[in-house]
């Protein structure tokens, strides 16, 4: 099991740097918070690899992917909201069942 010290040391450069993001955020709190937590994951995930692909220490790493994977994640939000998945998929349940008449 992993030592949850070291995960929080490994996570908090990305909460910190997605929290200075927020301060900026023009969003609702509700998804302002959300925005954090979706920041804080990206750092998690991706500040190792790009620490070792950068040769940069991981706190810097994750403190920088924290602050622009706030706006990764919320521009990613914004494309969701305008893919019309509903019609995509009423469009595909037509072509597989056509109605019967």
């Avoid at 909460?15 to 200075?20: M, R, S």
Wanted: proline share 7%.
């Amino acid at each position: 099991m992993p030592d949850l010290h070291q995960e929080i040391t490994k996570a908090a450069p990305g909460f910190i740097g997605a929290l200075i993001a927020a301060l900026w955020s023009k969003e609702a709190p509700a998804r302002s918070a959300c925005l954090v937590l979706a920041g804080t994951a990206t750092a998690y995930f991706v500040g190792e690899w790009l620490s070792t692909l950068l040769g940069v220490p991981g706190t810097i790493a994750g403190f920088f992917v924290g602050v622009y994977g706030i706006a990764i994640v919320n521009k990613g939000f914004e494309v969701l909201q305008t893919f019309p998945i509903g019609q995509i998929l009423s469009d595909w349940a037509k072509s597989k069942f056509p109605p019967k008449g």
